[in-house]
Structure formats: C-alpha cells, structure tokens
Nanobody, 124 residues
Framework: QVQLVESGGGLMQAGGSLKLSCAAS????????MGWFRQVPGEEREFAAAINWNGGVTYYADSVKGRFTISRDNAKNTVYLQMNSLKPEDTAVYYC?????????????????WGQGTQVTVSS
C-alpha cells in the first residue's frame, strides 16, 4: 500500500510559480512511476506530468510542457511538480498518483494509488 499526501497548493497570480509536493508512505515508493493529474469541477481529470521510478523518464501534457517540471527524491519518498509561468487555465485541484509499476504513465487508469488533492488557483 502507498499513501499519498499533496501540499503546496494555493493562490497565485498569473505568471507566478508554485511547487507542489507529494509525500508518500510505504517502502515501495521508489519502485513506482508517479504522476500528477488535475481536475476542474465539472470536467474530467486530465494528465499533467509523469515520471518513472528513477526519474530518468518524464512525460508532460502539451498544455504544461515547458512550464512544469516533475521530479522525485526517492530518499525522501517525495515527488514534486514545479509550476512556472502559471496561467488562469492552470486553476484546478492537483492530484498525485502512483502506479503499480516502474514506468511512467499518462493514462490515469494505470494508477493504483491517489492522494486527496491540493487546490491551485491562478488569478489573472
């Protein structure tokens, strides 16, 4: 079992930066690919970024590519999402998720464990 707790969300003006953290419990964290997804109320959850077990492979949605960076520190059981040049359309609840495999995945159905989410609001 893996339990995930996100932090770092908040209110930011457009053009600003935020860094989300996701702390994981469980000794198997370093074996799993991790991802960040986001969801606006009334809309489907969408993929933002993913990273494989050792950080050597990353994927990004086109909407965040070049602005967001996913990284991980296996010694701290933590995955991060650095968000720069924020836009109002980045406003959403951001969820951290863990797969049951080492690879990075963009498909949310490949993820077995989810955090509770953290709200990110970007004002114009």
């Amino acid at each position: 079992q893996v339990q995930l707790v996100e932090s770092g969300g908040g209110l930011m003006q457009a053009g600003g930066s935020l860094k989300l953290s996701c702390a994981a419990s469980g000794r198997t964290f370093s074996n799993y690919g991790m991802g960040w997804f986001r969801q606006v109320p009334g809309e489907e959850r969408e993929f933002a970024a993913a990273i494989n077990w050792n950080g050597g492979v990353t994927y990004y949605a086109d909407s965040v590519k070049g602005r967001f960076t996913i990284s991980r520190d296996n010694a701290k059981n933590t995955v991060y999402l650095q968000m720069n040049s924020l836009k109002p359309e980045d406003t959403a609840v951001y969820y951290c998720a863990a797969t049951g495999v080492a690879a990075a995945r963009s498909n949310e159905h490949k993820y077995n464990y989810w955090g509770q989410g953290t709200q990110v609001t970007v004002s114009s």
